[in-house]
């Protein structure tokens, strides 16, 4: 029985300013050598401040927030700040959504 993770080990860090260019170091597109799932694209598991993030932009997505600054005012609002504890800007949030490719 094969065990499916809940990330793709083969995918790489996303954790940086320039996009990497090797897709995966080709392990995931080698035909018949590997099962690609679909919802499977994250190189590890979010971590407690991804998770919070991701419910915090939710739950402002819902109460109607659509642009940039008011995303940025309900975050602060919330104190949900960046992962140095310092409150977002609109140009670290953008930088921020660019590395993390939300």
Not at 13 to 22: K, L, W
Not at 34 to 49: K, S
Not at 61 to 82: H, K, M, T, Y
Request: proline share 6%; net charge negative; no cysteine.
């Amino acid at each position: 029985m094969q065990h499916i993770t809940d990330f793709n080990p083969w995918l790489p860090d996303t954790q940086q300013v320039i996009p990497a260019r090797e897709g995966g170091n080709g392990q995931i597109h080698q035909p018949g050598s590997y099962q690609n799932v679909i919802w499977q694209t994250r190189a590890r598991v979010p971590d407690g401040f991804e998770t919070a993030l991701v419910a915090a932009l939710e739950e402002i997505f819902e109460g109607g927030a659509s642009e940039l600054d008011q995303i940025v005012s309900a975050l602060n609002q919330r104190r949900l700040f960046d992962r140095n504890g310092q409150p977002w800007n609109e140009a670290a949030f953008r930088e921020f959504l660019h590395v993390n490719g939300f």
